[in-house]
């Protein structure tokens, strides 16, 4: 019988792994690479951090599911909501196939999938509640073995804490040792999947808060944490290399195993740009204000123009909401933090009942399994109110373009009458509009360079109703500015970064097993991976995955 087993190592940058090959580093993935059918991946560039994982399992094109992202906006309320996975058939789902499906983000419990499937145990935004089929498997796998220790604890901003990136690195560490244990107990019950699908969300969390520990040219490459958190990174992709060294040795000689990433990780040039910078600077030209108030730019000017590190016990979002002034509360508030001291700020908070903005330990409870029906299950619209850019949703009514939330590129929606709710755009001006925000963004320059902070403007829609997603404009961003200069608006920021890393829009795959032999394909689509996986199980793939198969061999038959 046919066996394969896969397992994405989410977001994990290859280029940094043949770096620490090159050093002898990842002994596991090299054995595994010298005897391998090897590729890059190329996934999709707009909406690469919300779509790859939905993608992978459904084989379609974000406009062939009318799906692009979580993030969904309703044009009657001016609500954008993250809105969870899309339910929809995984190729995966087919009844001479028995699969075990383990922790993969964005998937959902689907009845017409045979064999088992757990979600949420420990991915990185899964976007779908602790659940598993058959009800009870996630309970016993929590009491067991305990949940993943920085399942929802792996998303605040802290790169300039050395104890939370310890913090986050061990808890990664040993969730990822944890995974790979629950996987051989599965197995140790039941070894008769055909195939086996497995995600390690470690690579992804911690790449998004110690990469400027990876690139020399970051520019945090010079912040106290930076050393710091080029060593955590160097120790978690070893621990990485430990597991996938468990996995092929637990899948065995007779199975074929395919190890991928969909996409990779960069230095982070989108999280102020979009979440900050764009919607600051959307807000000045339409409202007329300030929302955000800026560090004294001439002071940052003759200092270097260094980067802003809070203070390591300060939450990031805490010091941005700090800034923000846009009402007479917030105004209060905010002379309120220059003037009294920090220790009587934190006590008004807790008499308050509010929660301590000081950054600290993963603390953020795990729930326990959903034992709803599937029928019944899905995470329902949450607001998106840890993000700055929904700050700035009280005036987006009036404006004729507002920033909509991102988990990457700039996403601009125009506010079109007859569209939106209290649209003031006439539909005739649309392409107008859409054009009046790219000129005022192509205007600003990156204060540190000079040069400009607009890479591209990707046009999601030719007519105001056409299909598509929330976004009418997608921009992307050159370099990693923390601050924007517009000939007429002044200088937005500096402000510090977010995350150190964002995800690029390149993967990999390594495919090994009996009748494969080593071989370079080159840059193939990310689409092809799922047909790919069908030829090696030997199920004829369907005709809607949008790839083709890669040119392995099965039972010694070239496909």
Sequence with gaps: MVKVAALGLDAAEFGFIERLLARGELPHLAELRARALECRLENVVT??????????????????????????????????????????????????????????????????????????????????????MPQGLLTSIDDRFGPHP??????????????????LT?????????????????LEKDDSFDFVLATMSEPHSGGHHLWHGADAGHPLAGTPSAAVAAAHLVDLYRTLDECVGRFVS??????????????GMQTNGNDLPSLVLL??????????????RDPDPARWRASGMQPIVPDESEQWIAYMASRFADTLAARVRNVAKQVLPHGVMHAARRALGRPDPRLGPLVTAIPAEDRREPSALGLGARDPDYQIVWRYRRHWPSMPAFAL?????????????????????????????????????????????????LADAVRMRTSPHDDGP???????????????????????????????GEHSPDGFALVAGPGITRRDLGVRSAYDLPPTLLTLLERPPDHSLTGHALPVAVSGVAS
Aim: proline share 8%; hydrophobic share 45%; with cysteine.
């Design 47 to 132: 909406y690469r951090s919300e779509l790859p994982w939905s993608l992978f399992a459904t084989g379609r094109r974000a406009d062939d599911l009318g799906y692009w992202g979580t993030v969904a906006f309703d044009p009657a309320t001016y609500r954008a909501v993250v809105a969870g996975a899309l339910d929809a058939a995984p190729f995966w789902a087919r009844p001479d196939l028995r699969s075990l499906v383990f922790d993969v983000p964005h998937t959902v419990l689907r009845p017409d999938v045979a064999g088992v499937q757990i979600t949420a145990w420990g991915a990185h935004s899964p976007e779908y509640p602790r659940a598993s």
């Design 405 to 453: 939330p991102s988990f990457s590129d700039g996403h601009v929606r125009v506010n079109v009458r007859g569209r939106e709710h209290d649209g003031i755009v006439d539909p005739a001006d649309f392409a107008a509009a859409c054009d009046a925000v790219v000129e005022l963004v192509a205007a600003c320059r990156d204060p540190r360079t000079g040069e400009p902070v």
């Design 250 to 263: 637990l899948a065995g000689p007779e199975t074929t195993v395919v190890v991928f990433a969909l996409h």
């Design 279 to 292: 919607p600051e600077l959307l807000h000045r030209r339409h409202v007329g204000r300030a929302a955000l």
């Design 150 to 167: 920085a399942f929802a604890n792996d998303s605040d901003p802290g790169w300039y804490s050395p104890e939370y990136l310890a913090n």
């Design 170 to 186: 061990a808890s990664l560490q040993a969730g990822a040792r944890r995974r790979i244990e629950i996987l051989e107990w599965l």
């Design 470 to 500: 929330a976004a009418d404009l997608v921009l992307t961003w050159a370099g990693a500015a923390d601050a924007f200069e517009h000939p007429h608006l002044g200088t937005i920021g500096p402000f510090p970064f977010c995350r150190t």
